[in-house]
């Protein structure tokens, strides 16, 4: 048994939760669930990002204390996850008393090796990123609110480890996935790399961690945030644990955070000399631009809403095989509704339906007996066992939306079988022969299902269930039982209508 840690990152608590959040998130779910189902030894980590200036500039707003106000506003990601059939092992908060705790633990002994210095600096600092930016950034265009700042602040020795880290880039291919932002983050630090400040006065924001030597100043947030993917599996707290699992097989995100992770977490680890994580996976963003054009839903306007309306499988399903990792994505309410009814209702949905009524018709709700298979029999299984297999293994790769095209070409391919073998008129002649041939679409109906269980969890579960199988058994053709009892579900996705 092998291990997969796995990360998605810490969301701003002030957000409401999105498309954008529910992707990374469902995309860890799914990743999860792969590697449990192969027996593996999963920590699948998610939680929320909630110091710093605009947290507390909306507590003020709303009266509240900043505490009060993130404790609140936590739950409408904690809901929509559990909307989402999010399966996590920990969802952490850098709020959490522990997580602060490493964080301090962390600055000391940085502080103590001398990594960490005061001075003063004089610079351009983006007040709605809460960073300082370069003058080249400020050209770029990306940041807002822009002020020159002079304060005296603390700074982490980013740049002393700044040849150990292009060395670990170029040595380490998996490192930065997908490999065409390597190039960008090369180039990013191939430039001078200027070190970190890490510190805010509080006479400028009071919710944070308050440095511990130095009452005057609260961390800054990204250096606390960052923290989370060791304090939450018990970095100097529980050495066994943290060493089972680190280093982190996955940290999920999309392009937009990628820097802050492959430049100040990497460091951050090399000076605390832990070793770095496998892989700094950026997927691409949701766009979002075509969503308002579409009113063929009606009144569903916000993508979260779609769970409500078509179920959290539906969701995950169209967000899962209309996103090529890496790449960018459109996200549309035409888009979703003609994949939910092509894939979902009609070659998946369809064969759950023609299949349990033709066992509730003829067969007493009772698997049917196979008997002698012939040449179209054994062309389909040979079929399946090809797609199977190569299911399996762009899952492994992480080509999800290959997968998902794989299994749901397994139900085409049984839709097409029944067709050509019309089991419903062969019933009046050969109950024997129509009996294999129900036993084989049903079987290869569980194979297909057990391959989607990690992308619609709830669906696959209903159906496997209804045939007393598990998500857990093996995906290779003859492991349904004949001769036992189903339960009939019906219509498992309706198709929309416009
Ligand atoms: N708090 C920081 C992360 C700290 S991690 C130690 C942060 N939070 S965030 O709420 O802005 O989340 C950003 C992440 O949300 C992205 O990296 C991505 O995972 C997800 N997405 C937000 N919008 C998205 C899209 N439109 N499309 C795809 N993913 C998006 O940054």
Redesign the pocket.
Known sequence: MSKLYIT?????VN?EP????A??TILADVISRIYRMQNNDVFFLTGT?EHGQKVQEAADKRNVSPKDHVNEYVKRFKDTWNKLHIDYDYFIRTTDRKHMNRVKAILSELYKKGDIYFDEYEGLYSVSEERFITEKEKEEGNFREIKRIKEKNYFFKMSKYQKQLISHINKHDNFIFPPSRKNEILGFINNKLNDLCISRPKSRLSWGIELPFDNDYVTYV?FD??I?YISAIGYGKDEKKFNHYWPADYH???K??LTTHCVYWPTMLMACNIELPRTIFA????LFDNIKMSKSLGNVVKPLDIADEYGADALRYFLMRNMVLGQDASFTLDAFVDRYNADLANDYGNLVNRIFILISKHFNNHIPEKGEYDSIDLQLIADIKKLQSSAIKNYNILKIHDAIENSISIFRKVNKYLEDKAPWKTIKKDKALTGTTIYIASEILRIGTTLLFPVIPKKAKEVLDSINSKPSDNTSFGKLTENSKIKIIKNIFPRIVD
Not at 8 to 12: E, G, H, N, Q, V
Not at 283 to 286: D, L, S, V
């Open positions: 998605t990152p810490l969301y701003y957000d999105h498309i954008g959040h992707y990374t990002d990204w945030a960052l989370n999920l995100m999309a937009d955070i997927h691409g963003w949701w």
